[in-house]
């Protein structure tokens, strides 16, 4: 089993950066990929960005891409999203989430544990 925290979302202003954080316990981390999803209200869950298991590869949703930044730090069971440039339509609840898959994962069915997730909020 791994267990999963999320932390650091809040408040910020469109423009702003925000960085939050992933803490892992439980099985040794350094064997799962993991992804950050996130979900708006009355929209579905969806993937933001994943990072293989060892860090050294990493992938991002269009939407996302140059603005956000996925990594981890496996020695001490963290994983983290840079977000600069946050927008509005960034605003939602964000998730981390662990895969026993060692590569870059996409899919989130496969997908086995997860956070209870992070609030970030971006204001006009």
């Known amino acids: 089993q791994v267990q999963l925290v999320e932390s650091g979302g809040g408040l910020v202003q469109a423009g702003g950066s925000l960085r939050i954080s992933c803490a892992a316990s439980g099985r040794p981390f350094g064997g799962f990929a993991v992804g950050w999803f996130r979900q708006a209200p009355g929209k579905e869950r969806e993937l933001v960005a994943a990072?293989?298991?060892?860090?050294?590869?990493?992938d991002y949703k269009d939407y996302v891409k140059g603005r956000f930044t996925i990594s981890r730090d496996n020695a001490k069971n963290m994983v983290y999203l840079q977000m600069n440039n946050l927008k509005p339509e960034d605003t939602a609840v964000y998730y981390c989430a662990a895969s026993r898959n060692r590569v870059v994962t996409t899919t989130r069915n496969l997908y086995e544990y997860w956070g209870q997730g992070t609030q970030v909020t971006v204001s006009s």
């Open positions: 990072i293989s298991a060892s860090g050294s590869r990493a």
